[in-house]
């Protein structure tokens, strides 16, 4: 008897796996895929969340296809379509690391893409950055996978399996004791230490099974020179209307290194750390996750952000993210570029 429920159990999983991955959507089948794959390669564009896919929408930007306007696998819509006669393919991935690595892996998986691009909103942790300004980031990091170390140890004491390769002090810590509030004698605290890690990847040019560390990754050199070359001279608009204006001109800024993790980044004390210990400039949910897939993958990627606060305002007591984009259709007016006929576009200090 034990054993027939074992197979009504594992056939009842299986079923539930076939389903969960099932692919519908114009034709309801796989035909759809390897239809749209026959037509050659796309552009990939992973998109946290609707409010950043419908600016193209509504600017007429993307162009659904007439035949096969979407397909829908394993929960996710995939858009086909066309961006200024590209073929391309948006998916929106949703919040946080695990969901936009696993899209862009979908995405991958299922569809011929020659490039994959991720744009979106973020935060800024370079004093020099200001609200609308776009970076290009040259690399990102993974910021939230972390040894905590227990109460009492430090920098001089060795990690658990650090001998074995599994972790490392090497690329720094935060020390909470080090942001104890000093007008509060009873400020101290046992939180200790947090270590930084690097991500265990497995390239496709590697040995399987065979780990390699990855901690800042770089993008595309090709995407990136080409961006460089064609939108170092762009203009910004500072002004949503006659009434709605920034204090000073956004830009578009290269060179610089953006971070994720699954955490909302809305204090300025860690910002300042990432920015002084790191370089990062850019900090948001998503970026880190699609470039360690690309990476393992040995895969173009690129990615422009657009900053929505600024860490010089990050001490006030409420986020500013949400004051400065009412509306997807506010946030495509202060991002859309016009030609700039002078200088080039100036470089914010990186450390």
Not at 40 to 62: C, S
Not at 66 to 76: E, H, L, N, V
Not at 84 to 98: D, F, P, Y
């Amino acid at each position: 008897m034990r054993t027939s429920w074992l197979v009504v159990f594992f056939v009842a999983l299986a079923l539930e796996i076939l389903w969960s991955s099932r692919v519908s959507g114009f034709y309801g089948d796989s035909a759809a895929i390897e239809s749209v794959s026959r037509r050659g390669a796309h552009v990939g564009i992973v998109v946290p969340n609707m409010y950043e896919f419908t600016p193209l929408l509504e600017q007429g930007r993307f162009v659904a296809d007439a035949t096969i306007p979407f397909i829908d696998i394993g929960g996710r819509r995939f858009h086909i379509g066309t961006i200024h006669g590209k073929r391309s393919i948006v998916v929106i991935s949703g919040l946080s690391m695990l969901n936009a690595g696993t899209t862009t892996q979908q995405l991958l998986d299922h569809f011929r893409i020659d490039v994959v691009l991720h744009y979106g909103i973020a935060g800024s942790s370079n004093p020099s950055l200001h609200i609308a300004d776009v970076s290009i980031a040259s690399s990102w990091i993974h910021t939230g996978l972390w040894y905590w170390q227990r109460y009492g140890q430090g920098p001089n004491d060795e990690l658990s399996l650090e001998q074995n390769g599994d972790y490392t002090r090497l690329l720094g810590n935060l020390h909470f004791g080090s942001y104890n509030d000093p007008s509060n004698e009873n400020s101290d605290n046992k939180l200790g230490h947090i270590y930084f890690q690097p991500e265990e990847v497995f390239p496709i040019t590697g040995t399987p099974e065979v780990r390699q560390h990855a901690f800042k990754v770089p993008v595309s050199r090709t995407l990136y020179e080409t961006a460089q070359r064609e939108l170092m001279n762009l203009e910004l608009k500072a002004c949503l209307n006659s009434s709605s204006c920034l204090s000073s001109e956004p830009k578009v800024l290269f060179g610089l290194t953006g971070s994720s993790a699954n955490v909302f980044l809305d204090n300025a004390a860690y910002r300042t750390l990432l920015y002084d210990k790191f370089g990062i400039s850019s900090v948001d949910m998503e970026s880190a996750a699609v470039a360690l897939v690309e990476f393992s993958k040995i895969f173009p990627l690129w990615f422009p952000k657009s900053h929505l606060d600024s860490s010089r305002l990050a001490t006030r007591k409420a986020n500013l993210s949400s004051s400065f984009a009412p509306s997807p259709t506010s946030l495509e007016a202060r991002i859309t570029p016009t030609r700039r006929s002078n200088s080039a576009t100036s470089r914010p200090r990186t450390r």
